[in-house]
């Protein structure tokens, strides 16, 4: 016998729906890039959003388009989501820090017909559009007082674009497995793949990732997501955040210390959410000028590992509780979260430091596993590494195009290329990205462990740990440091900070000193471009 509930489809457009009718008043602010700060609220959002997707349906956009975004996050990017959604199109955020070559080839690989882009990044779409026949229109996400001089052929600003439509429609119903988003992952190996994502699969990972034991999101919040709404799916944020009924804070351009201080501060922010790079840069910013975050509760930090020393700059000095949290482009992203449950209650200053450099617990939709290479399960004992693989109703079950294959197996297992212990809580810790971890004599070096505790020396502004090639150990870690401003620890003072903290076997061999360690399009460091960087580098002989 089949149940007797209704069949009600899981389509992002509700969820805008569910902001504007319970939570209509509830704000929206932003940073706009033309500068003044932007006020507005879920029932305007939604009404704007109704207007660009009559619009766009007007000039025969429908379901199965893709529709390219390039740009910050603001009110309008938000609206742009849900117009495209709305009438069945596929939102696909764009990267604008990848280079312009790899742009096009990602626009061609998807054949994206429109592209919604900021005033930041007019010129650079100037190089880019010529490569990409599909694309018909730009949209320049500001008014026609604001367009600038482009050499651009069918342009338009937002403000008259959607102007030209009254908002008298009615979203388009679609089976909520219908395409709803796409993103590719970076490629740091070979070409990127395109992530899609349906709408049921939006809408369950944003119910996931709003409960307690996740982003804890409620409508007295006021979320400021600074990831930007292209890398990772935004995050979620633009789906949790309005499901919740959340006030939203949108950054826009502004990505430096201070902007980001101002924004939060001033609006009131009680949760954030952004990778490392962007906190140090506010918690050095608030180290030189001084300043307080009497209003910030939670702190979401995540996309790479969060060092043990920005945790407890947070949670010492300035009282706000960070959350730890891994997940990728492929999981929609939001693949586990450290937050505290009974078993760990009793933790406390370092010992809760300790917990909480790993990258925590899933959600109800994930399950993970650890196998080694013969894809045997390893044990949950906190120290044994292996393989990490996921599945759940909001991680891929292919790339487009049928990319990327191998990392899919029979039984929906995805294999992360994480590598990760796992504690018998059930606590993930991720060790390394497979390629990057270091095989020292058959065993394995965690890179990221020894990062995350080098960066904790109070002269050190960044570490990076790579493999470098050894005659008797096959490899073993170099760690490479950028100094803070003023700055010059010895090597000595370095290693022995480590000592004591890391297994004997896992200490660095040796030190070099860079003026800067290169990052990918995400803010995450970059090991291939450093591996190269320092290919000539060989360990003094003993
Ligand atoms: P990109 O590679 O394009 O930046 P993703 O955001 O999808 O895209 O990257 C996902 C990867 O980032 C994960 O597989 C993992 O290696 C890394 N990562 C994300 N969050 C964390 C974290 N908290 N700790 C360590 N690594 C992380």
Same mark, same amino acid.
């Given at each position: 016998?089949?149940?007797?509930?209704?069949?009600?489809?899981?389509?992002?457009?509700?969820?805008?729906?569910?902001?504007?009718?319970?939570? @209509?008043?509830?704000?929206?602010?932003?940073?706009?890039?033309?500068?003044?700060?932007?006020?507005?609220?879920?029932?305007?959002?939604?009404?704007?959003?109704?207007?660009?997707?009559?619009?766009?349906?007007?000039?025969?956009?429908?379901?199965?388009?893709?529709?390219?975004?390039?740009?910050?996050?603001?009110?309008?990017?938000?609206?742009?989501?849900?117009?495209?959604?709305?009438?069945?199109?596929? =939102?696909?955020?764009?990267?604008?820090?990848?280079?312009?070559?790899?742009?096009?080839?990602?626009?061609?690989?998807?054949?994206?017909?429109?592209?919604?882009?900021?005033?930041?990044?007019?010129?650079?779409?100037?190089?880019?559009?010529?490569?990409?026949?599909?694309?018909?229109?730009?949209?320049?996400?500001?008014?026609?007082?604001?367009?600038?001089?482009?050499?651009?052929?069918?342009?338009?600003?937002?403000?008259?674009?959607?102007?030209?439509?009254?908002?008298?429609?009615?979203?388009?119903? #679609?089976?909520?497995?219908?395409?709803?988003?796409?993103?590719?992952?970076?490629?740091?190996?070979?070409?990127?793949?395109?992530?899609?994502?349906?709408?049921?699969?939006?809408? #369950?990972?944003?119910?996931?990732?709003?409960?307690?034991?996740?982003?804890?999101?409620?409508?007295?919040?006021?979320?400021?997501?600074?990831?930007? #709404?292209?890398?990772?799916?935004?995050?979620?944020?633009?789906?949790?955040?309005?499901?919740? @009924?959340?006030?939203?804070?949108?950054?826009?351009?502004?990505?430096?210390?201070?902007?980001?201080?101002?924004?939060?501060?001033?609006?009131?922010?009680?949760?954030?959410?952004?990778? $490392?790079?962007?906190?140090?840069?506010?918690?050095?910013?608030?180290?030189?000028?001084?300043?307080?975050?009497?209003?910030?509760?939670?702190?979401?930090?995540?996309?790479?590992?969060?060092?043990?020393?920005?945790?407890?700059?947070?949670?010492?000095?300035?009282?706000?509780?960070?959350?730890? *949290?891994?997940?990728?482009?492929?999981?929609?992203?939001?693949?586990?979260?450290?937050?505290?449950?009974? /078993? =760990?209650?009793?933790? /406390?200053?370092?010992?809760? #430091?300790?917990?909480?450099?790993?990258?925590?617990?899933?959600?109800?939709?994930?399950?993970?596993?650890?196998?080694?290479?013969?894809?045997? /399960?390893?044990?949950?004992?906190?120290?044994?590494?292996?393989?990490?693989?996921?599945?759940?109703?909001?991680?891929?079950?292919? =790339?487009?195009?049928?990319? @990327?294959?191998?990392?899919?197996?029979?039984?929906?297992?995805?294999?992360? @290329?994480?590598? *990760?212990?796992?504690?018998?809580?059930?606590?993930?810790?991720?060790?390394?990205?497979?390629?990057?971890?270091?095989?020292?004599?058959?065993?394995?070096?965690?890179?990221?462990?020894? /990062?995350?505790?080098?960066?904790?020396?109070?002269?050190?502004?960044?570490?990076?740990?790579?493999?470098?090639?050894?005659?008797?150990?096959?490899?073993?870690?170099?760690?490479?440091?950028?100094?803070?401003?003023?700055?010059?620890?010895?090597?000595?003072?370095?290693?022995?900070?480590?000592?004591?903290?890391?297994?004997?076997?896992?200490? $660095?061999?040796?030190?070099?000193?860079?003026?800067?360690?290169?990052?990918?399009?995400?803010?995450?460091?970059?090991?291939?471009?450093?591996?190269?960087?320092?290919?000539?580098?060989?360990?003094?002989?003993?």
């Amino acid at each position: 016998m089949l149940g007797m509930m209704q069949d009600w489809p899981l389509l992002c457009h509700k969820v805008i729906d569910h902001a504007a009718t319970y939570h @209509g008043q509830r704000e929206v602010v932003s940073r706009s890039v033309e500068g003044p700060f932007h006020r507005t609220n879920y029932a305007q959002v939604r009404g704007r959003a109704m207007q660009l997707a009559q619009r766009l349906d007007r000039d025969g956009y429908g379901v199965g388009d893709r529709i390219a975004t390039m740009a910050w996050n603001t009110w309008r990017h938000l609206e742009t989501w849900y117009g495209i959604l709305g009438v069945g199109s596929i =939102y696909h955020t764009l990267n604008p820090r990848l280079f312009p070559d790899q742009i096009a080839w990602i626009m061609n690989d998807a054949e994206d017909r429109v592209l919604f882009v900021d005033l930041t990044f007019v010129k650079l779409v100037e190089v880019i559009a010529p490569k990409v026949p599909s694309l018909e229109r730009i949209v320049i996400l500001t008014d026609d007082a604001h367009m600038p001089e482009t050499s651009l052929q069918n342009v338009v600003s937002y403000e008259s674009y959607i102007a030209e439509a009254d908002g008298d429609f009615a979203w388009v119903d #679609l089976d909520e497995r219908t395409a709803a988003g796409m993103c590719y992952t970076s490629g740091t190996t070979g070409d990127p793949k395109g992530v899609v994502y349906t709408h049921r699969s939006n809408v #369950l990972h944003a119910m996931a990732a709003l409960q307690p034991d996740m982003l804890n999101l409620s409508s007295r919040d006021r979320l400021m997501p600074v990831v930007p #709404l292209f890398h990772a799916n935004g995050w979620s944020t633009a789906f949790s955040g309005p499901m919740s @009924g959340c006030a939203m804070v949108m950054p826009g351009a502004g990505m430096d210390g201070a902007s980001i201080y101002e924004i939060l501060t001033q609006e009131k922010v009680t949760i954030t959410a952004a990778v $490392p790079t962007i906190w140090l840069m506010l918690l050095q910013h608030m180290e030189k000028h001084g300043g307080s975050l009497p209003d910030l509760k939670r702190v979401v930090i995540g996309g790479s590992a969060c060092p043990r020393a920005i945790t407890q700059a947070f949670q010492d000095t300035y009282g706000v509780e960070v959350i730890h *949290a891994w997940g990728m482009t492929e999981m929609s992203p939001l693949g586990t979260i450290c937050s505290v449950k009974p /078993e =760990y209650a009793h933790l /406390e200053g370092a010992d809760k #430091l300790d917990l909480q450099v790993k990258q925590g617990h899933p959600p109800f939709t994930v399950e993970m596993k650890i196998t080694d290479d013969e894809n045997q /399960e390893l044990p949950w004992d906190a120290k044994t590494f292996g393989r990490l693989k996921v599945r759940g109703p909001a991680v891929s079950s292919s =790339y487009y195009k049928g990319r @990327g294959a191998e990392q899919f197996d029979a039984e929906n297992w995805f294999d992360t @290329g994480d590598v *990760a212990h796992v504690d018998p809580h059930g606590y993930m810790q991720i060790t390394d990205r497979a390629k990057d971890v270091i095989k020292s004599g058959g065993e394995w070096i965690s890179s990221i462990e020894i /990062e995350n505790l080098a960066v904790g020396h109070p002269e050190v502004a960044e570490a990076a740990v790579i493999g470098v090639a050894h005659p008797k150990w096959d490899e073993r870690p170099l760690l490479v440091i950028v100094v803070k401003e003023g700055q010059s620890p010895s090597k000595q003072s370095l290693l022995e900070f480590l000592e004591g903290k890391i297994a004997h076997w896992w200490m $660095p061999n040796d030190v070099v000193f860079v003026d800067e360690i290169p990052h990918t399009a995400t803010g995450k460091i970059q090991k291939t471009a450093l591996r190269e960087q320092l290919r000539d580098y060989a360990f003094p002989i003993d």
